[in-house]
């Protein structure tokens, strides 16, 4: 008997990324993936549309949920269809794709559960990034590897490829309102590392291009990453 092959999606949650989700799409490699999904969080724009000319597979929220909740819809049709793998790709075009190669290969070859994007795992690869956000996710991403003990250079990139079967252990639970915008990312993360799973980071450069694509707002968006952290440090959350 064979044996069966590794299925792999890659899911793009976007919000108004007109002119960027195709471009997003076009970039991934082919063979990359069984299947590229975008998950259209009830955009204003023709965002579902492109997307759907791209040539992905379209799953639109008919109300504006969050990034959180657009990433669950993708892993819920993950598990509803049985992939292996599931690679996260952010539809603003900070992402090579092609960075998600060896991401991949590290999960599929090598046996890691859990892969984190890093813009600083070889030296900083941002191009663009303003002073702000540079000092910001640096600060961040010491205060994760305080609260998790995982030496975590960059825990804010929105890349990263994991095994479905993690979400299967009941200690890791997505399905939480509380988790709906910028929550989940750091979440998952966190849980990966603390329930002993092999995680590790891999490089994945991210552009910031012109004034910047990030939707992210100072002040009510940080509270959002950093509330997982306290909350499960707390025992306030699951």
């Given at each position: ?7 792999t ?6 919000f108004?990324?007109?002119g ?14 069984d ?10 724009d ?8 791209a ?25 509803a269809?049985?992939?292996d ?7 603003d ?8 190669k060896e ?7 090598e ?12 030296g ?9 956000r ?14 998790s ?7 804010t ?24 915008t910028?929550?989940l ?9 603390k ?10 450069k991210?552009?910031?291009?012109g004034r910047?694509t ?6 009510r968006?940080?509270?959002r990453i ?7 440090v ?5």
């Open positions: 008997m064979t044996p069966r092959q590794v299925k999606i890659v899911v793009i949650p976007a108004d990324e007109q960027k989700i195709g471009r997003v799409i076009a970039k991934i490699p082919p063979g990359l993936a299947q590229v999904l975008v998950v259209d969080d009830c955009s204003n023709d965002t579902a549309r492109e997307a759907e000319q040539g992905a597979f379209l799953i639109r929220h008919q109300e504006n949920r969050g990034v959180g909740a657009s990433i669950r819809t993708g892993i819920d049709h993950a598990l269809n049985d992939y793998i599931v690679a996260i790709l952010s539809g075009d900070q992402h090579d794709p092609n960075d998600l991401m991949l290969k590290l999960v599929s070859d046996g890691f559960d859990f892969v984190q994007g890093s813009r600083r795992f070889a900083l690869d941002a191009p663009n990034i303003g002073w702000f540079r000092a910001s996710t640096w600060f961040y991403a010491q205060v994760f590897r305080a609260a003990g995982f030496p975590c250079t960059d825990a990139n929105g890349g990263r490829v994991f095994r479905t079967r993690i979400l299967r252990d009941r200690k890791i639970d997505l399905w939480q309102e509380w988790l709906n910028y929550e990312e750091p979440y998952l993360l966190y849980k990966a590392i329930n002993g799973l092999r995680v590790r980071e891999a490089p994945m991210v552009i910031y291009h910047g990030s939707k992210m707002r100072p002040v968006d940080w509270w950093f509330k997982p952290m306290i909350f499960l707390l025992g306030l959350k699951k």
